[in-house]
């Protein structure tokens, strides 16, 4: 079936993404249920617009349990006045909304993790649903795409901005330009463990300058942590010419990393108790064992040890303190 063969989404968005001036509503998104036969879910979403110019689509919660993106977006829908605007921002600081309140990555109703089901249908589940209408509706209406992700409950990341290597040489050198000038402590080369489905891909396969970041972890936030997702809005807002003002200097540079291969994943091949032997940001060399997994149904049974496959610096891990087999333990990058 072709695009224009699809349905139309379900979802009506209470603002006109055309009209100048500032507008607060939802996505309303159809749900009959058990608790509400008519009801809907009503999906937060703001739209600044002042006259002519680029469009920044700006979305936090894709995962339901990653709080930078969504402390940075409400603050800006808050604030942001259309004076200070030349072109559009849509603001969506709950993407998957279901997953948001309930804090979990993916959606309660049906399971649905935002970023593996693109490009969505406009026939399926909730989750399914709101991809799609972001596929047709919200995509094709923007020049740059920041999405906003943190570790969440399972993982913890050195604060960094990413963009991917891509086929068109163009938008990556933009791409890359934009996640240097969000300027986190570090700025990533990204690649993906499997990048079928998400949201990243659906934006630049239509061409979108897109950027994403990793901000943190654990299922929370911290001072720093959302401190520098208000700053790298706005700095991406002023680089892209649609937030009014200076290109203000950034205090420090970033530190470019890279991820040059799969060799950057450690994954665990049993269960257990995890015992880190680095920290975030220090300096690995390849078969430096980084964290050991003690058996937890025994004593006197010897731990097993994960090792780093490449020379790096340890850039994100596992959060919670027990792991299963197949959890990815720890990522390492390269500095470039
Ligand atoms: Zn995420």
Redesign the pocket.
Known sequence: MTVSELRPSAISPTVDFSINGVQHGFLRLPYSRDDSAWGSVMIPVTVVKNGDGPTALLTGG??GD?YEGPIALFDLARTLKAEDVAGRVIILPAMNYPAFVSGTRTSPIDKGNM?RSFPGRPDGTVTQKIADYFQRELLPLADIVLDF??G?KTLDFLPFCAAHILPDKEQEARSFELVDAFCAPYSMKMLEIDAVGMYDSAAEEMGKIFITTELGGGGTATAKSAGIAKQGVANVLRKAGILKGEDRPTAGRTQWLDMPDGNCFSFAEEGGLIEPLVDMGEGVVADQVVARIHPIGKTGAAPTDVCAKMDGILCARHFPGLVKAGDCVAVVAVAV
Do not use: A, I, L, R
């Open positions: 894709n995962h990653e970023n992700h943190s969440g």
